[in-house]
């Protein structure tokens, strides 16, 4: 996004990308960017000239829809309303949301928080067209959103679930204890997906090799095929039938020189004829 928000699209386009994840805005202050008619015109020009089905935007890292003191749940619920409105205007279908840590006061808590959060947020944005897409997560510390069942009651909790789906991260699921790298634990995984929140929420994808053991409960993404759940998972899940139109982004180390996920992005394409 450096120089302008669509200049990502240009980027993305030079590495071979279909779909695209960009932040509105830097993703660690809480400082919130003016969006004027040029950029909002310049973005939505290079959006049709990508042509894309997904361009997604992710949260602030600063968002906790969990935390305990009010003052940082307001500051996180006027946040994600600013980024939804960023995106309706922008035209970007989807932001991204890291659910929230509940800080010591129960898991329980922490999820009635977000669901809490999540209402007030969808008020202050009535009529926005992006719809928020929550991420499981990998468990570390007490973030919410390891477990499906945490996804699953945070739906059933908000007043309107239409205006929200997932993303699966696979480094996080990894870490978080869901086996990935075989075939077993793959069939297993989704299975529990199914039971939980419907395999049919899941709208994206975030492709991304574990620096961490199975179980771990640390975020630490790796390169594809240089971690721990190693390239089979990727080819599995490019040539799954039942994620063939969903689409996926990566969130690994760029490369150097002038196309940093080009080779990844190929990768990835090789995966369909494999």
């Known amino acids: 996004m450096a120089g302008g928000l669509h200049l990502a699209l240009t980027r993305a386009t030079d590495d071979g990308c279909e779909a695209v994840q960009i932040f509105t805005k830097n993703s660690s202050t809480w400082k919130e960017p003016a969006l004027d008619d040029a950029k909002i015109l310049a973005f939505r020009k290079a959006a049709e000239a990508f042509g894309a089905a997904y361009i997604a935007s992710h949260t602030s890292y600063l968002i906790n829809l969990a935390a305990a003191t009010e003052e940082l749940r307001e500051k996180s619920i006027e946040s994600l309303a600013n980024e939804v409105r960023r995106c309706s205007a922008l035209g970007i279908p989807y932001a991204v949301l890291h659910p929230g840590a509940h800080l010591g006061d129960g898991e329980a808590v922490g999820i009635s928080r977000v669901a809490a959060s999540l209402d007030e947020v969808h008020r202050r944005t009535e009529g926005a067209s992006a719809k928020i897409l929550l ?66 929420r899941i709208v994206a994808f975030h492709l991304n090799d574990s620096k961490k053991a199975l179980g771990s409960r640390v975020d630490r993404h790796e390169n594809l095929g240089k971690g721990l759940l190693g390239e089979a998972v990727f080819r599995r899940l490019v040539q799954d039938a039942r994620f063939v139109d969903v689409p996926a982004v990566l969130e690994t180390a760029p490369a150097e020189g002038k196309f940093p996920y080009k080779d990844e992005v190929a990768l990835l394409k090789s995966f369909r004829k494999a």
């Open 135 to 200: 991420e499981n997560t990998a468990g570390q510390g007490t973030c919410i959103g390891h477990e499906w069942s945490h996804l699953r009651d945070i739906l059933a909790a908000v007043k309107d679930g239409t205006r929200l789906a997932f993303c699966f991260d696979t480094q996080h699921a990894y870490a978080a204890g869901n086996d990935l790298a075989t075939v077993e634990g793959y069939e297993k995984t989704f299975e529990k997906v199914e039971a939980t929140i419907g395999l049919s």
